[in-house]
Each structure stands twice: as C-alpha cells, then as structure tokens.
C-alpha cells in the first residue's frame, strides 16, 4: 500500500539560482560568463509549514529526524547527475540547499529540482502508512528549473587530468581529441580537451577561466578541428546541411560566429590560404590579450 506523503500546500519551492565567477544568475534568466571550464553553485531553498509537513507524512518521534530535503541537477547532453542534501529542521520554517557543480561535467543546460525524502536507515512499517524505507520519496517539484549555458567555450567537454608523457605529453598544457569522421553524428561525442592539472596555465583554465591561455586554447581547438576537416573531405562532399547538435551544425555555427564565414568556406581557406584563417582566429579569440601584464 502506497505511503504517505507531503502535500504541495505544505512546501514552497525558492526559485534556485546558480552562482558563478561571483555573478547569480536566476533559473529561466540569460547567463553570462560560463564556459565549460567554469565550476558553478548551485544555490536553492525550501520554505515548509512544520505542522503540514508532520501531519500529512505520519511521522513522529525520532522518524521526523529522517526528514531530507534535496537539490538535484540533471544535464541531459552529458547524463551527468548530482545532488545537494540538508536535514529539515522542524523548529524552522526553511531550508538551504547547495550543490557544487565541478568543472567540465555540464553543458548546454541543467535542470533543477526539489524532494523530500526519508533518509537514515529503515524503520519498522507503521498501521498510519507513513514512510520508513530509506529513500522514500514524500515530495518531489512538478517541474524542473532551467538553466541554460552559454559562452564561449560551452561546446567543448573537459576534462582535468595529470600529463604523464606519451600520448599526454608532461610539458603540455592540454591536447584535444576530435573525432571529425562523421560530421552528422552528434558533436559532445566527437570532442574531448584535456587539460594538464599541472601545468602553470590550467589554473586560469579551470579555476578562472580567464587569463591570455584561454584565447590561445580557443584558437588551438578552433584550428585542429578545421585542420582535421579539410583534411578528411572528399571531392564529391559538400559541408552545407547537418543535423541540429551534429558536429557539421557546431563547427557552422563556430564558424560563422568566428570567422563570419561557412564551415565550406573556412575549409577551403585553410587549404588556400591558411595565414589568412590563421590571424582571423587571432582578431576573434582575443589572442594572447593581457599576456603583456
């Protein structure tokens, strides 16, 4: 038979809001500043009506202890999944939550939600139903609380790692790894940057995100991924009609907003006249700005 459970008249939801390089930035509000090199914070809270809450669950005693209410983000394009948890404390009327989100572990967009849940270990069934298995879920938000990521480098996946030489060359402050085979098949699969956690500049990288190495990473990508295209184009292809989220869409979108021009057209400069892509990348990304302080 079903437990019981809390009723929404007994909890109100705060609009969660995501904090990042000392900006907030609500859910559902443009966000500014974010690449995937960025860690974020997720910030939520709940409001309760004690008495409610203790009514329609059926828990008393010690049971009411077990009481958690949790933060959870989902991101669709990686899977990744991470939760923030606090204890309901019945003597107040709210609860804060916060969830770390590391670096290179999210992109595109997070969805946010709330529950409340049984936590501790199992208790004996009660006559009344009320919950007393571990992860009982007693409320869960009927919708989810969107954030959507955008910025520079919000296409990229990143991962930080220690170089160790070989393929991971120990003096190298990152390698990117691009699949550009299939350019209908999807891009978060096609590339992959690691960045040397060793490496002096991995600290602008992942911790700031700012800094001269940026730009110079920005252009890296850029120019590997263009390089590998124009090397494996046919004759007979024509690089003009790609599926939404593809790695042909991206590198068009990239393209255009880079060097205003298709990613066709980008290919056939770098084999024509590379030195002119060259220093256009340069003008976008900001090459090397700030380096001279």
């Known amino acids: 038979m079903p437990f019981r459970v809390i009723e929404d008249d007994a909890i109100e939801e705060q609009i969660p809001r995501i904090r990042l390089r000392g900006k907030s930035f609500q859910a559902g509000e443009d966000i500014s500043g974010w690449d995937y090199l960025t860690e974020m914070k997720i910030e ?26 949790i933060v959870r983000a989902d991101c669709p394009s990686t899977g990744e999944r991470s939760s923030g948890r606090a204890r309901i404390d019945l003597a107040r009327h709210d609860v804060t939550l916060a969830l770390e989100i590391p670096a290179g572990s ?34 869960a938000s009927d919708r989810p609380y969107r954030f959507r990521l955008e910025g520079d480098g919000s296409l990229f996946p990143v991962e930080a790692v220690s170089f160790r030489g070989g393929e991971f060359p120990a003096r190298s402050a990152w390698l990117i790894k691009f699949q550009g085979d299939d350019l ?23 911790d700031t995100g700012k800094g001269p190495a940026k730009s110079v990473l920005m252009r890296d990508v850029l120019l590997q991924m263009l ?38 057209m980008a ?24 380096a001279e302080k």
């Open 106 to 139: 999210v992109a595109e967009e997070l969805e946010v939600r709330y529950e409340v849940v049984l936590d501790g270990p199992d208790s004996e069934a009660s006559p009344n139903r009320a919950a007393h298995l571990k992860g009982s879920r007693l409320y």
């Open 44 to 69: 939520a809270k709940l409001t309760y009506d004690p008495e409610k809450l203790i009514t329609q669950s059926g828990l008393v005693g010690s049971e009411l202890r077990r009481v958690t209410a």
């Open 184 to 206: 209908n098949a999807p891009f978060m699969g096609a590339v992959r940057l690691f960045v040397n956690r060793d490496h002096p500049v991995s600290k602008q990288l992942i």
């Open 227 to 264: 390089v590998t295209v124009a090397s494996r184009q046919t004759d007979e292809e024509i690089l003009d009609v790609f599926p939404q989220g593809s790695t042909g869409a991206v590198l068009d979108e990239l393209c255009a907003n880079y060097l205003d021009e298709t990613l066709q």
């Open 267 to 290: 290919v056939n400069d770098i084999r024509e006249s590379p030195y002119r892509v060259f220093s256009q990348l340069q003008e976008a990304t900001g090459f090397l700005e700030g």
